[in-house]
DNA sequence: TCTCTCCTTATTGCATGCGATAATCGCATG
DNA sequence: CATGCGATTATCGCATGCAATAAGGAGAGA
């Protein structure tokens, strides 16, 4: 069972796969995702690339770019930048092509406020149901978290959304987890926009009383938690915004006039 | 089994009066329907189709069918299904095929428990905030709705969606007018499969109250309302669904496993 | 008669080609 | 000098073709 095609197409371009076929292995199925097919494998590399700003928001990004960048062809990269626009990292204009979202303040708090009201279910679902092990896990996250807080901004960040993401996992909620993956998608992508160095970091402490919350059962305790933690996040984030970036927010509209920007 | 006769008609390829900048075709015009793009048009037409139950759930969605019924070809469905799929209407399996989802008992619990959640965002988001002429409206729908209660089944689970969507709406919030378009079309789905007769008109008079309660901008009861009017149509369609699906439902499995399905 | 294997066939996954659309630039003109 | 207009080009929208995979059936052997 090879993956590479048989030569007979004249064009051989780069097959990154092609390099030994790892067959997959048993894999922890809660906490990976999987490999899946191309156009997956695309939408998760791009997902990735735009939370982690190595794409910045508003960026172009045209179906040939990535194609040849990925090593496949327009058509996967098309169905991939299709599927994003759907969860909503990626806008897609008509015959004009595909941009990295560029959310605004105002969309920054729409996520955050639908962020709050999913993870008050989450926390709601979890309280007072968590297996022993869950409980493990979630606190060693919680130590791993703590371990790279003030060390590894970049890390920090991720893994502040992750603990998010472990705690939807948890509820086996499929749904849950779909929608929570991609408010948190975005709301790492508006943090990175809009929020302070550090302003992440202050989570740790707040996972931690989540965990407690959680553990006791207390379920108003810990939806309460959640909710002040998101508010808190999301406050501080757009505080800071407001004083750093609001400024070229407001001159925006000024600046596309004279220049005839036509957004 | 002939093989894709291209939809002939609609679209022709070889257009010789596109030269030149003449009068643009008149019948191109009239012809095209096109509300958006190919893409869109097709999967606002599947969707429908998914939720009406034209299309059973898990019955299969083969690219080229779709194509020459849309005339279209078959990227387009496969575009489609790739973002329906994303939204939880299709399941896509890799080189099988797409198939109507067709959610478990489990699952439209899930589903419901997440449309709670939501539907509570909504409620405190718009108790006493709504402007005259949005109560207005409300109040007009509602009493659309008394209607046509017990009159016309089909129009009134229609109407009883549109409700809660048009609730959404008013928020302003695109990211949770998605998510609501998005749950409330699967429950739909699952009421159509599970839910008895009847088990949606008796939303009318809780729908009367939500607004009431919202009008007094009272935020914590209209809450209150929303979740048991969701819990409990969820809990009758289940509760319905236990009598007369569930026997199918526990013996899935063993049929499975005798016939060898993976699935 | 049952089963195993191989072959046929329908359908997916992916790549590429072609026409069309929108952006860009040069050019001519008031 | 500014402005409007036509040609060029880059990119998108979409259709189609080709290889690969999975399903189904026929035939041979036990």
Do not use: W
């Amino acid at each position: 069972m090879k993956h590479a095609q048989s030569g007979a197409t004249s064009r051989s371009v780069n097959d990154p796969t092609a390099k030994g076929k790892g067959p997959p292995a048993i894999e922890d199925i809660t906490v990976k995702p999987m490999p899946a097919s191309r156009t997956e494998a695309v939408q998760e590399a791009l997902r990735q690339a735009i939370i982690e700003q190595k794409l910045r928001p508003g960026a172009k990004l045209p179906e040939d770019a990535l194609g040849e960048t990925f090593g496949t062809s327009r058509t996967i990269a098309r169905e991939a930048l299709g599927r994003l626009a759907v969860e909503g990292l990626v806008d897609l204009k008509p015959n004009k092509g595909a941009f990295v979202a560029n959310p605004t303040l105002e969309e920054g708090r729409d996520i955050f406020m639908v962020r709050r009201g999913l993870e008050q279910t989450v926390t709601g679902l979890l309280a007072g149901r968590l297996r022993a092990d869950q409980m493990t896990q979630l606190k060693a996250f919680n130590e791993k978290e703590r371990s790279v807080s003030g060390v590894d901004e970049k890390e920090s960040i991720r893994l502040a959304g992750e603990f998010h993401l472990l705690l939807a996992r948890m509820t086996g909620n499929q749904l849950l987890i779909r929608y929570v993956t991609e408010v948190v998608s975005r709301c790492s992508l508006i943090l990175a926009m809009y929020g302070r160095p550090h302003s992440a970091d202050c989570g740790v402490d707040e996972h931690a009383e989540i965990i407690a919350a959680l553990e006791r059962g207390d379920a108003p305790k810990a939806s309460h938690l959640m909710d002040h933690h998101l508010e808190s996040v999301a406050g501080r984030a757009m505080l800071e915004a407001r004083a750093e970036h609001d400024i070229r927010e407001l001159l925006a509209p000024y600046a596309a006039r004279i220049k005839g920007m036509t957004e």
